[in-house]
């Protein structure tokens, strides 16, 4: 019997159409690894082959006004790493005993050492922050003693040589800042000025051998970077280190949260000191960071707060450019005035009326209620008065930045009476300054204004960027001339008036003004006063001729605790003006810090001179 075939001509169809579909299929994989991956397939393959290095600049440094004392600056410190894989038992122990000696290691520090070159790795890490001569000198005796694998890498270590006015302390800490780990700068003129001082990489790229080293022979540069910028500040370092004793002192004695204070040119803006107590040692951040972080914050420029009776200046100014008061006009210190058809009121701190005053009394005497009259009667209607009081806030750069050139700033918070319609109660108390809030470089800058002339100046800590002055433009005039000589008499007619004042705030030998600021501490946590402690502040001016000040100076005590407390009197060791005495016979007494007047034939007879 002959069997039947069982080949078709279809079965041969279908497999040599199959046979052509796979391979199709293959064709398309590889002609899309080849054509649409290739550019990832050709940097894959590079990233094996070769090295990407990125090498910071060398950040710039930072200098005091007198571009000699180092404030900041950035060194070179290496790891030394091994290859533990290539070495042998008796090299390990070689290496070990030379770094103990190079690196004065005792046992704890031995068996760290030995641990680290006990691993199966081609990488370890196993000394940090060496000063390079030292690497050299291992790297140079390991070589003799024909011990492999060892390596170094470099980097920047950002450090702050000047110690500050307080123990574990760095100079003028707040203000300048800290560089992170990354090159970052922190807070600060650090962080304020980061592209000029941190300059740009420089980019290379090599071959990489088997631990993934650059081959040196292979390595070239992809991008030239460059280094950044020398700043020099305004600060005088021999001042700021008074300045930080002062505040350091005073927040001892009375038992502050903090005391912050700042020195400043009124006619450029330039800052010659400014610190905060507590404050933290930047070269120790980290330790810092895990602590008490809020060290950081610089509360000159960052924290706002009730100012109390320093904003009584203001509503000065006011009454005087509506001509709805002068100095010399009479109010009636009635102790208490009701508002709001009595549903509100406002008293005097010592809660008692000291009767018919003129206004350049009752600002010495700081009476809340005369501030509230003045600021009442600016204007026909409630609204209108208010608007003209807002008008000269925002003028004086109350509730926006300054623009000073320290990071973190903040604008602070006033009241728009065209937005939320004010009480009687409202401009009251913003009379005398409550219901807004400021920081303390907002309050120097306004009184700077008042005591120069008119002028609204930008503060600012930088003068020089690598050598070349820095112009810094003003804000533009917002009072008229003519009310300074007006503004700076009744700040000196403050001083000299009340004993209270005068005793501890003069000094023999120069003209002296200022304004005191008392503010209650709202706890927004309860809805209520916080007990016990007060917010001190005082604004003022110290000059060697009268009717020119020289430097002014702005002064908070932050929750000090008053040892004697009764009604209208709160005293403590250091009050704020008493610090501003001390902060400015400190300043006066730098050598070379102000210009030099031209001689004056005939000397002046005003009081307080």
Do not use: C
Request: charged fraction near 20%.
């Amino acid at each position: 019997m002959i069997l039947g075939r069982t080949d078709s001509r279809g079965r041969l169809l279908f497999l040599l159409l199959a046979f052509l579909l796979a391979s199709s299929a293959l064709v398309a994989r590889l002609s899309w690894w080849q054509i649409a991956r290739r550019d990832d397939l050709a940097a894959s393959a590079h990233r094996q082959i070769y090295l990407r290095t990125v090498v910071p600049a060398k950040r710039g440094s930072i200098f005091d006004r007198s571009g000699t004392v180092v404030l900041a600056a950035s060194v070179t410190r290496d790891r030394l790493t091994a290859n533990p894989r290539v070495l042998s038992s008796a090299q390990r122990e070689a290496l070990i005993s030379l770094l103990t000696t190079k690196l004065g290691l005792v046992d704890a520090g031995v068996a760290d050492l030995r641990s680290r070159l006990a691993v199966d790795r081609t990488y370890a890490i196993i000394a940090r922050d060496l000063v390079p001569e030292t690497t050299q000198a291992i790297i140079a005796t390991a070589a003799d003693a024909g011990i492999p694998g060892l390596g170094v890498e470099s980097a920047q270590v950002r450090q702050y040589p000047q110690s500050g006015g307080g123990p574990q302390t760095s100079l003028a800490a707040q203000l300048l800042g800290f560089v992170n780990r990354d090159g970052q700068g922190q807070y600060g003129v650090e962080q304020y000025y980061q592209d000029q001082l941190a300059g740009t990489p420089t980019i290379m790229e090599s071959d990489r051998d088997a631990n993934g080293q650059p081959v040196v022979e292979t390595q070239h540069t992809v991008a030239a970077g460059s280094p950044g910028t020398d700043l020099s500040l305004t600060i005088d370092a021999g001042l700021q280190l008074a300045v930080e004793q002062e505040v350091m002192a005073a927040w001892v004695a009375d038992r502050a949260k903090s005391v912050s204070a700042v020195v400043m040119d009124p006619y450029t803006g330039a800052i010659l000191a400014e610190a905060t107590y507590p404050s933290y040692d930047a070269n120790d951040y980290a330790a810092v960071a895990t602590s008490d972080a809020n060290r950081f914050i610089d509360p000159i420029v960052s924290s706002v707060y009730e100012p109390g009776s320093v904003f009584k200046m203001p509503t000065v100014i006011a009454g005087l450019e509506t001509g709805t008061a002068t100095l010399d006009k009479e109010y009636d210190d009635s102790g208490l005035l009701r508002l709001d058809n009595g549903r509100t009121k406002i008293t005097d701190a010592d809660r008692k009326p000291m009767g018919i005053l003129k206004l350049a009394d009752a600002i010495a005497f700081s009476r809340n209620v005369v501030a509230a009259r003045v600021a009442l009667g600016l204007a026909p209607t409630l609204q209108a008065a208010a608007k003209v009081l807002h008008e000269v806030w925002t003028r004086l750069g109350f509730g926006a930045p300054t623009g000073v050139d320290l990071a973190g700033e903040t604008g602070g918070l006033v009241h728009d009476p065209t937005k939320s319609a004010w009480g009687e109660i409202d401009l009251a108390n913003g009379s005398f300054g409550q219901g807004v809030a400021v920081t303390p470089i907002q309050l120097a800058d306004a009184y700077a204004a008042m005591v120069n002339g008119g002028t609204l100046v930008r503060p600012h800590v930088v003068g020089a960027i690598d050598g070349v002055p820095v112009t810094v433009k003003d804000r533009g005039r917002v009072l008229d001339a003519s009310l300074s000589p007006k503004l700076i008499d009744l700040m000196n007619h403050v001083v000299t008036t009340v004993p209270f004042y005068r005793d501890r705030t003069l000094i023999p030998g120069y003209y002296v003004g200022g304004k005191t600021g008392t503010a209650q501490i709202w706890d927004s946590t309860v809805r209520d006063w916080k007990p016990d402690v007060f917010n001190f502040s005082f604004v003022g001016y110290v000059g060697r001729k009268a009717g020119r000040p020289d430097v002014l100076v702005a002064v908070k005590i932050n929750e000090g605790v008053p040892t004697v407390r009764r009604v209208g009197q709160l005293a403590m060791p250091v009050m704020s003006f008493e610090l501003f005495r001390r902060i400015a016979t400190d300043t006066m007494a730098v050598p070379g810090l102000l210009p030099d007047l031209p001689p004056d034939p005939v000397a002046s007879e005003r009081p307080g001179h």
